[in-house]
């Protein structure tokens, strides 16, 4: 075993002949920044989904925290402290955003059926302290005003901060981020980007998969670069912005 | 508690057609309406064991006379009753509490079954699946005469039940010329009703139901954020079907006899028509849209006369059907919300 | 358990030219018609209007009928009819629906409100008894291993040839491959210049008229009945299914297993005096196929979830 938090090993995934992720060795270390780069169809969300459990591996293995994760239901993957945004934002769009941050922030035991039931007193006051927490978080991210609007209603900008909002709110070790910039104003991305910068100071392990480059070189400590679902480039900004192979896998395929 | 105009008009609506069944029947009118009303809280409370399904969970069920239908007979199976073509008597059994405690039970774990399929299949899928174990449900019950009395179906049980009756009632119907017996099976619905929504209440703004519309919302996030989207569903499935087997019951009792053609898909269309009606996600919703519902049910006959000189059964049951596939697509095209559904919270533009 | 197999291929034929319709209209709209039943007794309605004899009346259109014309004709007209009715539908209810953004769940309920509608319309204006198309009896004879009367064989075929010929259109022509398009995806296809309303319009079309000439084998097979359609609706969602929901050849396939099947099962050793729940082996097979194998024989993997 190694000392990184997250590792896979021949971690392997292919759609009907077509190779989305083929990769050796990759690890991650507790703390670290990474951003996975890579043209588009180079696999990263698919490497994402296979981490987080939402599709299974052909073959290979996940470690975290030292733990074979490889079959785990996302749910168990997200319980032991990794959670993640999408892509394509999923918020709850017919709750409203304080609501959103409630059942996110809510403990397992805390939504039984059960205890609903009963309603009983330490309920309330887990709740209240719940709503403060959200309090909290909505202010920080600057959309506490929106709080009683239903998500449907948020820009997309709006929606990828609540998805992060939501995303937080348990305190998680490691945050695997989809895109946190896509389809943001430039305005918002640089308040998100500081966000985001701010949450791996604080030292939660981050790992973002963004096409905005400025950026990924601006905040990453370490970057991971995939192309056709393998590993091409591994490290720090200067050393990718040289990388003879990344050079030629974004820059071939533009010539082509 | 705020009163929305919104609930205002339904109570209005509401009035208004237990008033037209007072105007269109000089005669006899308090006898159908308490037939009405037996109906409308039976149908209503099943109703809002299906909102716990769709409109909180946005589980896509077609199978809800199921539910109904293993509350009903689990229930009476267990208490004394005559059953299939001899009418067999079986004299001893488990009183009237304990077998329909039971007979939820087994509504709800049927739910249970029937909600695993919603592991893995989304809407339009488990619609199919639903609808299908709904068939094949009573398809077992036709065929298995020697418990259920096959075809021939279930008598001599209401006992079970009236023998509870209060002697109020019995003094009540008789200065208004109902059936005793009907009246106090009414009552039952209509408590039946009251516990339920209280209930659910309860539950709605609890981090439960939160919970659960959340899976409706997008099961995905859900698990992201830790959460087992499954178990919740069977939960939802599992309430759900309970609340349908106690209205299933109720309505064995209400007919006093019970046969295999009262467990078919048309109930689950009347049902959702009671929901789509009274408001999707509502938990009062159902209640209003089942007492309208019945009111147009039970005055379509006169429609019938109309079109047709001497109408018949088959005429009359056609007219009310015409009306209810109507009354279905007419509230999903013009007004899907129905009377109290918020339009913020509609599941229209699910795809 | 051999002699239930010709009445197995003929429950099959219909089925399968059934789930062919539906499959087809689902690949193309993403609708799942419950109303299919209904166009399925129109067609069987419709030929018993058309070809009814003198001494024969249909209830309520007897102001009209009877008509008394040849029995091939009538199917022709029969067809047309419910291929204007699936034209009607989609113009008058379909489409606005869609251009109103109207959710798939929404339109799956709206279709459930349109099946008892039209079912009971059928109860209604139609036909309330059993009825028979005006045709002669025959007597059974002995094909292979099967029986079944020369009318009935000859349906088989035909089922076969239709079922055929439409499977060649779809692949060859321009229109099936638009057809294939819209299937794949809306927006896409609008681009490449595919008018994506009259492909639908067409398919509406062409599924009625195939559905509708379900309902004429059903009725030639068995009988006319009012809720005919609804009778079958299920294994019909059970062929469409067990193919793979969304492709043609599937449903063929899956349609003709489960028509086999249902009337197979009759001859197994623990189904004895439980004939009627014949059908009840069917639907729970269609359960544990979308249980684990929700893709069906024949579909792709990611048309699921």
């Known amino acids: 075993m190694s000392n990184s938090l997250i590792e896979v090993n021949n971690l392997k995934k292919t759609f009907g002949g077509l190779t989305a992720v083929d990769i050796k060795q990759l690890g991650f270390n507790k703390g670290q920044l990474t951003s996975i780069i890579g043209p588009n169809g180079a696999g990263k969300t698919t490497f994402f989904d296979l981490i987080s459990g939402f599709q299974n591996s052909d073959s290979g293995d996940i470690h975290l925290k030292n733990k074979d994760i490889s079959n785990f239901q996302p749910y168990k993957i997200a319980r032991m402290g990794m959670v993640r945004t999408f892509q394509l934002t999923k918020v709850f769009d017919r709750m409203t955003v304080l609501e959103n941050l409630l059942f996110s922030g809510s403990e397992i035991s805390n939504d039984s059926l059960f205890k609903s039931v009963i309603k009983s007193k330490s309920q309330k006051k887990y709740e209240e302290n719940l709503k403060d927490k959200a309090k909290n978080i909505m202010e920080e991210l600057n959309i506490l005003h929106m709080a009683d609007s239903y998500a449907r209603e948020l820009s997309g900008g709006q929606k990828k901060l609540l998805e992060l909002a939501r995303s937080i709110i348990n305190e998680p070790e490691i945050l695997l981020l989809d895109e946190p910039l896509a389809g943001v104003n430039p305005k918002l991305a640089e308040d998100i980007l500081l966000l985001i910068k701010k949450l791996s100071n604080e030292g939660i392990t981050i790992l973002m998969v963004e096409h905005n480059i400025e950026a990924v070189m601006k905040i990453s400590e370490r970057i991971v670069v995939l192309a056709e679902g393998s590993l091409i480039a591994d490290g720090n900004p200067n050393e990718i912005r040289t990388d003879r192979n990344v050079i030629e896998a974004y820059l071939g395929k533009d010539n082509d | 508690m705020k009163i929305s105009n919104k609930f205002l008009f339904a109570v209005f609506l509401t009035g208004f057609s237990i008033y037209l069944v007072f105007a269109l029947n000089p005669e006899g009118a308090s006898r159908i309406l308490l037939n009405l009303l037996t109906f409308a809280g039976i149908y209503g409370l099943s109703a809002i064991g299906l909102n716990v399904h769709f409109g909180w969970t946005g589980l896509l069920n077609f199978g809800h006379a199921s539910f109904m239908g293993v509350g009903a007979y689990v229930t009476l199976i267990l208490m004394p009753h005559a059953a299939g073509r001899e009418g067999e008597i079986t004299s001893t059994g488990l009183p009237f509490i304990v077998a329909l405690i039971i007979g939820i039970l087994s509504a709800a774990l049927f739910g249970l079954l029937l909600g695993l399929p919603a592991i893995r299949l989304r809407g339009d899928y488990l619609a199919i699946v639903t609808i299908a174990a709904a068939e094949i449900f009573r398809l077992l019950v036709r065929d298995l005469e020697s418990i259920t009395g096959g075809v021939y179906g279930i008598i001599n049980y209401t006992e079970n039940l009236q023998q509870y009756r209060p002697n109020f009632i019995n003094n009540f119907s008789e200065s208004l010329g109902f059936s005793p017996s009907q009246a106090w099976v009414c009552l039952v619905a209509w ?161 | 358990m051999l002699d239930q197999l010709g009445n197995g291929l003929l429950l099959g034929i219909i089925i399968s030219v059934a789930s062919v319709a539906l499959s087809l209209l689902y690949g193309v709209t993403r609708i799942v018609n419950f109303a299919h039943g209904e166009i399925i007794a129109l067609g069987a309605i419709m030929t018993l209007f058309f070809s009814s004899p003198v001494d024969y009346r249909v209830l309520f259109l007897d102001k009209y009928s009877p008509l008394g014309y040849n029995f091939a004709l009538s199917c022709i007209l029969a067809v047309i009819v419910c291929g204007l009715f699936g034209a009607l539908l989609e113009i008058c209810l379909f489409r606005p629906l869609r251009k109103g953004n109207v959710g798939n769940i929404a339109v799956l309920v709206v279709t459930i409100g349109l099946s008892i509608f039209i079912r009971h319309l059928y109860l209604l204006f139609a036909t309330g008894k059993v009825q028979d198309f005006p045709l002669e009896l025959q007597r059974r004879q002995t094909y292979l291993f099967f029986d079944m009367t020369p009318r009935n064989l000859n349906v088989l075929i035909a089922g076969i040839v239709v079922m055929l010929i439409f499977g060649f259109l779809l692949t060859y022509t321009r229109l099936g491959k638009a057809m294939r398009a819209v ?123």
């Open chain 2, 191 to 351: 408590i039946s009703i009251l516990f339920t929504v209280l209930f659910l209440k309860r539950l709605n703004n609890s981090p439960w139901g939160r919970a659960l519309r959340a899976v409706r919302e997008d099961e995905d996030a859900v698990r992201a954020m830790g959460k087992n989207a499954v178990w919740l569903k069977l939960q939802s499935f599992m309430l759900g079907a309970g609340i349908a087997g106690l209205s299933g019951v109720l309505l064995a009792f209400n007919y006093g006899s019970l046969e295999t053609t009262v467990f078919v898909p048309l109930l689950t269309f009347y049902v959702w028509a009671i929901m789509i009606l009274g408001g999707v996600g509502t938990i009062t919703g159902p209640i209003f849209g089942s007492i309208i519902f019945w009111v147009i049910i039970s005055e379509t006959d006169r429609l019938a006369f109309i079109l047709f000189e001497n109408a018949n059964g088959q005429q009359l049951a056609g007219v009310r059907f015409l009306l209810v596939g109507l009354l279905i697509m007419a509230l999903m095209i013009f007004r899907p919300s129905g009377l109290l559904g918020k339009k913020e919270e509609l599941l229209l533009d699910v795809k």
């Open chain 3, 183 to 305: 299937r794949d995806s809306e927006e896409l296809s609008s681009v490449s210049g595919i008018n994506s309303d009259n492909i639908i319009l067409i398919t509406w079309i062409s599924s009625s008229m195939l559905a509708g000439l379900a309902g004429i084998f059903q009725a030639i097979i068995n009988d006319v009945r009012w809720n005919m359609g609804f009778l079958i609706l299920l294994l019909i969602f059970a062929g469409t299914v067990l193919g793979g929901i969304g492709t043609s050849f599937g449903a063929m396939v899956g349609g003709f297993l489960i028509g086999i099947l249902v009337q197979v099962s009759v001859g197994l050793p623990f189904m004895e005096g439980h004939t009627e729940a014949k059908n009840a082996v069917a639907l729970a097979i269609m359960i544990l196929i979308l249980l684990f194998r929700p893709q069906g024989i024949f579909g792709q993997k990611e048309r699921i979830s």
